[in-house]
C-alpha cells in the first residue's frame, strides 16, 4: 500500500520561515517527480514546486520564486520544500504529490493527505 506522508505544517508569522517534510513508502519510486501542491481558501490547487527523479529538473510557482524551494532524497523516498519570507498568501493547504514531471495535478498518481500552513500577521 502507497503511503504519502506531509509533515511540518503549522502557524507561523508573517516573514518566518517552515519546511515541510514529503516521504513516500509502500513501493519503489524510480523515476517518479515529488511535488508540492497548495490550495488556500477558495482558490484552486496550484503547483508550488516539482523536482524530478534525477534532481536535474525543476518547477516552481513565480509566486514563490526566490522565497521556496524544493529538494529530495531518493535514498530516503523524501522531499522537503524549504519555505522562508512567508506572506498571508502562502497560507494554504500544502500537499506532495508523486508522479510525472508536470505543473499539473492530473499528472500525478499519488497524493498525500495535506498539511495545513498558516500565516499570521
Known amino acids: 500500500q502507497v503511503q504519502v506522508i506531509e509533515s511540518g505544517g503549522g502557524l507561523v508569522q508573517v516573514g518566518d520561515s517552515l519546511t515541510l517534510s514529503c516521504t513516500a513508502s509502500g513501493r519503489t519510486f524510480n523515476g517518479y517527480t515529488m511535488a508540492w501542491f497548495r490550495q488556500g481558501p477558495g482558490k484552486e490547487r496550484e503547483i508550488v514546486a516539482a523536482i524530478a527523479w534525477n534532481n536535474n529538473l525543476t518547477i516552481t510557482a513565480d509566486s514563490v520564486t526566490g522565497r521556496f524551494t524544493i529538494t529530495r532524497d531518493n535514498t530516503r523516498n523524501t522531499a522537503w520544500l524549504h519555505m522562508k519570507d512567508l506572506k498571508l498568501e502562502d497560507a494554504a493547504v500544502y500537499s506532495c504529490?508523486?508522479?510525472?514531471?508536470?505543473?499539473?495535478?492530473?499528472?500525478?498518481?499519488?497524493w498525500g493527505q495535506g498539511t495545513q500552513v498558516t500565516v499570521s500577521s
Open positions: 504529490a508523486l508522479g510525472s514531471f508536470s505543473e499539473r495535478p492530473y499528472d500525478y498518481k499519488y
